[in-house]
């Protein structure tokens, strides 16, 4: 049965992984994303990059639930004076009209959804594939600039993306309570995945795979692996994010994953 207890974690979890990631990539020296993270009070985080206003995945807001409608006019004027269009992921939760109301008057508008999926962490992880190996990336290795190229090249980031992003990736392994993964075929890196374990909970987290190395087992064995690993570090818990439809849905839900709750991307699309 899924508590609200349970449901408070998995938005806790995923929400403190989304901003530490920007907050990594803020850092880089001499940042030409211009990235900002903002806390609106204690629950509530918001990350933006002014220098890429496009990207919909940095200009976006978590953790935000009902009772909380005062906050959205001074998020969504922040946003303003940065000159970027927020993105609200918004969980369901009773009491919704209200806030619903806020965003609306926000100029925020339904766009998008996505799965939070959990699993207690007695549920077996499948099988997986013994061509594929599945070995950590050590803090500050040179395996860290492999991982970074593999994560970001399996999502499809251009290899002429600014240097910062690597950077900021590759700075993933030394992050406290963060595990970062490569999944190699023949001994070729091909899938990328990380874990952060908070709390309890072990968020399966932004795992990818080059195009030219899928259908050959990586994501089921880096999900393995992290299940595994999480359960070894005393996580009674995992959590993942996955769009409904997709490969990686599937691949959670053959782990014993199932879904928590369907969260919507509110996107303000009025000036």
Not at 56 to 67: E, I, K, R, S, T
Not at 132 to 150: G, K, L, Q, T
Not at 191 to 215: E, I, Q
């Amino acid at each position: 049965m899924l508590i609200d207890d349970v449901c408070d974690r998995i938005e806790r979890c995923s929400t403190a992984f989304h901003l530490r990631r920007l907050e990594l990539l803020r850092d880089v020296p001499r940042n030409r994303c211009d990235i900002q993270v903002r806390r609106f009070g204690t629950h509530v985080g918001a990350t933006a990059a002014a220098g890429l206003p496009d990207i919909d995945w940095m200009q976006h807001v978590m953790g935000l639930a009902p009772g909380d409608e005062a906050l959205v006019p001074g998020i969504a004027a922040w946003y303003r004076e940065l000159g970027v269009r927020p993105r609200f992921e918004v969980a369901p939760a009773d009491g919704f009209v209200p806030l619903a109301a806020a965003l609306f008057d926000a100029g925020a508008r339904p766009t998008g959804f996505i799965d939070a999926l959990w699993a207690r962490l007695a549920t077996p992880a499948g099988d997986t594939d013994d061509e594929v190996d599945v070995r950590i990336v050590e803090s500050s290795s040179d395996d860290s600039a492999v991982f970074a190229r593999v994560l970001l090249g399996g999502h499809g980031v251009p290899d002429d993306t600014p240097t910062e992003h690597w950077t900021g990736v590759a700075r993933w392994s030394e992050e406290p309570g963060w595990t970062c993964y490569l999944a190699s075929v023949d001994g070729e890196p091909i899938g990328a995945a990380a874990l952060a374990v908070d709390d309890g909970v072990g968020y399966l987290a932004s795992a990818s795979t080059l195009p030219a190395g899928r259908r050959r087992g990586c994501q089921r064995a880096l999900i393995h692996r992290r299940l595994s690993d999480a359960a070894a570090a005393g996580c009674d818990l995992a959590v993942s994010l996955a769009t409904p439809g997709t490969t990686s849905h599937r691949n959670l839900e053959r782990a014993g994953l199932g879904v928590a709750h369907t969260r919507v991307f509110w996107t303000v699309v009025d000036a």
